[in-house]
């Protein structure tokens, strides 16, 4: 890597950041041209029982600060199109997913959104600014300051005041809108209005990236600058929902939250409580489970007896030059339903009430999530193979502990911004590690085998269950062991099912604790009744090619698993985790690329995978 990128790599990875104030009456009048402007007629008709959509919540353009910076010249136009399946060329590299998404919300910093581009533009004025005139210096020295006084300027919550004009921030927002609004194509492919506030206090992750229901939008958007406490992005966030304007927030890299993200105090120091749980719930719905940062699902640490949890981890800080762990407690969601199940039944609310999402953080404007079309996620630092396998990341880590990101499904009746929107809001959504594998989770208290054999289930699950996100209906102390109707279905370009797994977070004496059951799986396999594990589906990946087969594995896997351990006493969550049978790590294909050895260390296989949102049992109060 040049030394001058490593050294704008540690001064602005750690940035991600966001702006604030409110509009004349909460809205701007470029949001107009979108969903409404379709008719109902042009639409496909809306599915009662759901269609699954994929698309990424978290990604990257050029207009974010930090990706200018890593070389990122993608611009939101070309980030929509490359998302849509059109082909882009990014860093001399002609770029196209081999299947489309259908939704995308790009989701730039707003601290200094698009600034770097007036920076360099010698008819404004931002050029003959202090900082603009470093930036144009020519000499590297000066740029490397300019992008220092910028990068530092953000850790410590000191903005440059003309660089944050609200004006500049109105305007490169309006932009993004107004390009959003140009790719939207209700029923076809969605865009959704959104952007990330990055807040990092001690360099630990505390993102949240924000999202608007339809057309109707503030001005400005609030900013980690404005405050980088979550507490006062949701109270920005109430506040434009008493002008109309929906809004919620999805938190990500709780792995590198230095176990602030899922915390047992708030950011004031103050023991949570009821209001702080009722707020939260309300304000973020969802937390995102990964991304090119890993995964936030759970750590070999907190989970000893899950022989899978050591999959794609990214256990350090964005800390500049350094390698400063993350601590683990308080950083992933499995532990955080947990405690969310401790503290309903301490207090009577549950903070934690969460369902999942998935998303890239690419700073490249692009969301290249297959493993064999991985090509970095950090434009200039990672843009080759070497540099893949063999450079520092800058921020204590290296580049091959990058994933190849995560994606979000949504179960909703139409492709559309409100319905998406809503979806994502009702929790019935869940994470994939890139793939586009489609899994179901429904729960109720009379489903059976027989369930599954009418054509017409999901309708009968609807009516008679509840899906992912959703609560088991109250019964009595007495009652039965609830049912879950569990499915999922193959990636047509990824490998076969292995396995789809049931993960209850339940309470004992008070504490919370985890049980994996395996639910349905491919094969003959018996599961072990001294170690309770079911045997390994096998591994038909040839590592020298960077090949693989789909001779073992399923193309689907449903059934319908009753809870053996069910206590009506004790209050639960349950969700599921499928596996894919093993295929090439992306490091695999840059390795056979290079004629090498994948580096030691690293794994040449592994199991892509998806997680649903959870269903959670209250217990009927007496």
């Not at 400063?324 to 308080?330: D, H, L, Y």
Request: charged share 20%; net charge neutral.
């Amino acid at each position: 890597m040049k030394p001058l990128l490593f050294l704008l790599m540690i001064v602005v990875v750690f940035t991600s950041c966001n702006s604030g104030g409110t509009s004349k009456e909460g809205t701007s009048d470029s949001t107009k041209a979108s969903d409404s402007a379709t008719t109902a007629a042009a639409l496909p008709p809306r599915n009662p029982d759901k269609n699954c959509y994929f698309g990424s919540t978290h990604t990257h353009s050029t207009m974010s600060f930090d990706a200018y910076n890593f070389g990122c010249r993608t611009t939101p136009d070309q980030t929509y199109d490359f998302d849509a399946g059109g082909e882009i060329e990014y860093m001399g590299v002609k770029m196209q997913r081999k299947q489309g998404l259908d939704f995308t919300c790009l989701t730039d910093h707003s601290e200094y959104l698009g600034v770097n581009q007036l920076l360099i533009d010698t008819t404004n004025p931002l050029s003959k600014s202090p900082v603009g005139m470093l930036v144009n210096s020519g000499n590297k020295d000066s740029t490397f300051k300019a992008y220092t006084t910028m990068g530092l300027s953000m850790v410590h919550e000191k903005p440059i005041d003309y660089l944050v004009d609200p004006k500049i921030i109105a305007q490169n927002w309006k932009y993004e809108i107004e390009i959003a609004n140009k790719h939207n194509k209700p029923g076809k492919y969605t865009t959704i209005h959104s952007y990330e506030w990055t807040s990092a206090p001690g360099f630990a992750n505390m993102h949240r990236n924000v999202f608007f229901r339809g057309d109707k939008l503030p001005d400005v958007i609030f900013s980690a600058l404005n405050s980088n406490k979550p507490e006062d992005l949701w109270t920005w966030m109430e506040a434009q929902r008493k002008t109309g304007i929906d809004v919620f927030a999805i938190s990500h890299n709780g792995n590198i939250s230095n176990g602030l993200m899922y915390p047992m105090k708030d950011t004031y120091g103050n023991p949570l409580n009821m209001a702080y749980a009722e707020r939260r719930n309300m304000n973020e719905p969802l937390t995102e489970l990964m991304q090119t940062k890993g995964t936030s699902e759970t750590h070999p640490t907190l989970s000893p007896n899950d022989e899978f949890a050591n999959y794609e981890l990214f256990v350090n800080l964005l800390f500049p030059g350094k390698t400063v762990p993350s601590k683990v407690s308080g950083g992933y969601v499995r532990e955080a339903l947990g405690h969310g199940l401790e503290f309903l039944q301490s207090m009577g609310a549950n903070p934690f009430k969460m369902g999942v999402a998935g998303g890239t953080d690419m700073h490249s404007g692009m969301n290249a999530t297959e493993e064999y079309n991985f090509k970095g996620s950090h434009a200039g630092v990672d843009i080759t193979a070497k540099q893949r396998l063999y450079n520092p990341l800058g921020i204590g880590t290296d580049v091959i502990k990058e994933s190849a990101a995560a994606l979000t499904g949504v179960w909703a009746e139409e492709n559309t911004r409100d319905a998406i929107f809503d979806a994502m809001k009702r929790k019935e959504v869940f994470c994939t590690s890139g793939q586009l594998m489609k899994i179901r989770l429904f729960g109720g208290w009379n489903f059976d085998q027989n369930t599954l054999k009418a054509n017409d289930w999901v309708k009968t699950a609807y009516a008679n269950g509840v899906p992912m996100g959703g609560d088991l209906p109250n019964m009595t102390a007495s009652a039965k062991a609830p049912s879950f109707i569990v499915q999922a279905i193959k990636d047509p370009n990824s490998g076969n099912l292995d396995r789809i797994q049931v993960i209850k977070v339940s309470l004992k004496n008070g504490k919370y604790f985890e049980k994996i059951y395996n639910a349905v799986w491919s094969g003959d396999r018996k599961i072990n009744p001294a170690t309770g594990k079911l045997p390994p589906v096998g591994n038909t990946v040839d590592v020298k090619n960077a090949t693989y087969t789909n001779t073992i594995g399923n193309a689907e896997l449903s059934g319908v698993w009753t809870d053996p351990d069910f206590d009506p006493k004790v209050p639960a969550c349950y969700y599921i985790r499928v596996l894919e049978i093993p295929v090439p790590r992306w490091s695999t294909y840059d390795a056979k690329a290079l004629g090498v050895d994948v580096p030691k260390g690293n794994p040449a296989s592994i199991q892509e995978r998806a997680w649903s949102s959870a269903i959670w049992y209250t217990p009927k109060k007496s």
